[in-house]
């Protein structure tokens, strides 16, 4: 499409301006146009991630976001329908606008290749914002005391004092802060310790205490609370919410799977029920997603109903490009947090990644989690910006019960008591604050994460 990019080639380089241009790639927003004019099914292969102002030319833009509208409420857009919505006094390099909509299309190709041109736009815009993002060099202290002070006022205004969302974990909000924007937080522990179990119990308090507010266009800003996305690669939906139904109801899953239950904890389970079917919370329970698609379906969420936190269970589930799967699991896992990491900066949004620990656990007398032993790559370690160790003494103890009567089984009671209801979610690694040790309630007969109780009260519900 040389002849039809020549129309919008900038000026001879005598009276170009002396820097260099922001890259970009007029051909391939030309081929891309043209492709979804000859056949509006282009669109569909990009629409999940491409948006107009990723376009670098103006009148691409009124181009793609025009045909955008119209293909989707059923309209066919074509170079006919196409220039009752644009200013026909548009001059492009000599062109009217209804030659140029025609000359896009005459020059199109197949739309095989429109995923190919999507991506390379997508991915030039992205080069550009990190250019005059970053590109600036040093920056006025003002302008960063502006920002922290602006952060500082958030929190003091939000409830609980917290400048991220809360966990409705007490004392670990205390020391984070909440869960802040673009931060990867990596929750890890061995099977059985109850990871699963806390992402759930975050993500419906986040959802539960949700509040927005409408603006003038429409648009709702989110006040408390947020809109949660979770990506549930192992558990299918309907177990996930039998969980939330069990934790909020009190009735264990496995009562509730096998029909153990009477009429009163059925009325229990229906209000329940009724209280969560309004929740901003939305699951994807696709199985052996890549991380580009997992990233693709974290942004339609976002453009379509909004997104405040995105959960994932789990890493080992994803999976990376071809490529970095042959190069090895370690390389691949590198991609895979790498990417979540700028999804977590992308979306603005915290992303909370579960993950497995090696074995090496098992064989310490202090069964204790250690950064070390995160699974397959020290890049889950570099590229977290926290990193959570779920661990519960009374899941080891209570597979060493000596033999009953004896004055062993004694002092094992004792310990059992001590540690009974008990977890431990440690921070290993924050960035923005200190590590150390939070002490939580945990009922593992409805996986409900709580509050300690505290000076010998009963403990506090999420």
Same mark, same amino acid.
């Given at each position: ?47 999940? !991630? ?16 025009? +045909? ?13 329908? $196409?220039?009752? !919505? ?14 140029? $909509? ?38 006025? *202290? ?17 409830? &609980?004092?917290? +400048? ?10 205390? #020391? ?18 109850? #990871? ?21 266009? &429409? ?8 809109? @949660? &996305? ?22 264990? +899953? ?55 936190? $995105? ?16 190069? &090895?699991? @370690? ?7 790498? +990417?979540? #990491? ?48 779920? *661990? ?71």
């Amino acid at each position: 499409m040389a002849s039809l990019d020549s129309a919008l080639r900038k000026p001879p380089a005598e009276t170009a301006p002396p820097y260099r241009a922001a890259p970009h790639n007029i051909e391939a927003e030309q081929a891309l146009l043209g492709a979804i004019l000859v056949n509006n099914e282009a669109l569909y292969r990009v629409s999940d !991630f491409l948006e107009p102002q990723h376009f670098f030319e103006p009148i691409h833009r009124q181009i793609y976001d025009i +045909s955008r509208s119209l293909i989707r409420t059923g309209k066919l857009a074509s170079p006919v329908t $196409l220039k009752t !919505f644009l200013p026909a006094e548009i001059d492009i390099a000599g062109l009217t606008l209804t030659q140029y $909509l025609a000359r896009l299309a005459a020059e199109a190709t197949t739309i095989i290749n429109a995923v190919d041109y999507g991506r390379t736009i997508y991915d030039l815009a992205i080069r550009r914002e990190l250019i005059g993002r970053y590109g600036g060099g040093f920056q006025k *202290f003002e302008t960063a005391l502006t920002t922290a002070v602006d952060m500082a006022a958030r929190a003091y205004q939000r409830e &609980g004092k917290l +400048s991220g969302l809360a966990t409705g974990l007490r004392d670990l909000d205390t #020391k984070m802060g909440g869960l802040q924007p673009s931060d990867l937080i990596i929750v890890a522990g061995r099977p059985g310790m109850g #990871k699963t179990a806390l992402a759930t119990n975050i993500a419906y308090n986040v959802a539960r205490t949700w509040r927005g507010e409408v603006r003038a266009d &429409g648009h709702i800003d989110t006040v408390n609370g947020g809109i @949660v &996305g979770f990506f549930s690669l192992e558990m299918s939906a309907e177990q996930l919410a039998t969980r939330i139904i069990a934790e909020q109801s009190g009735i264990p +899953s496995s009562t509730i799977r096998r029909g153990g239950i009477n009429e009163r904890d059925f009325e229990k389970i229906k209000d329940v029920a009724i209280e969560l079917q309004h929740l901003p919370f939305f699951i994807d329970e696709t199985g052996g997603l890549t991380v580009a698609q997992l990233a693709a379906r974290a942004r339609r969420l976002k453009r379509q109903k909004g997104l405040d936190l $995105l959960v994932i269970d789990y890493i080992q589930l994803l999976q990376g490009s071809t490529r970095r799967a042959m190069e &090895g699991r @370690v390389q691949e896992v590198t991609e895979i947090t790498t +990417s979540l #990491k700028a999804l977590a900066k992308e979306l603005n949004v915290p992303v909370v990644a579960l993950s497995q620990l090696s074995r090496q656990v098992e064989n310490r007398d202090d069964k204790r989690p250690q950064l070390s032993d995160l699974r397959e790559s020290g890049s889950i370690e570099q590229d977290a910006d926290v990193v959570l160790f779920v *661990f519960r003494e009374e899941y080891y103890l209570s597979n060493k019960e000596p033999r009953p009567g004896t004055d062993d089984h004694t002092r094992w009671q004792v310990e059992m008591a001590d540690v009974h209801g008990k977890a431990e979610i440690i921070i290993g690694k924050q960035r923005h604050g200190p590590t150390g040790t939070v002490n939580v309630q945990f009922d593992a007969a409805v996986t409900r994460f709580d509050n300690l109780a505290q000076d010998d009260q009963m403990p506090e519900r999420v």
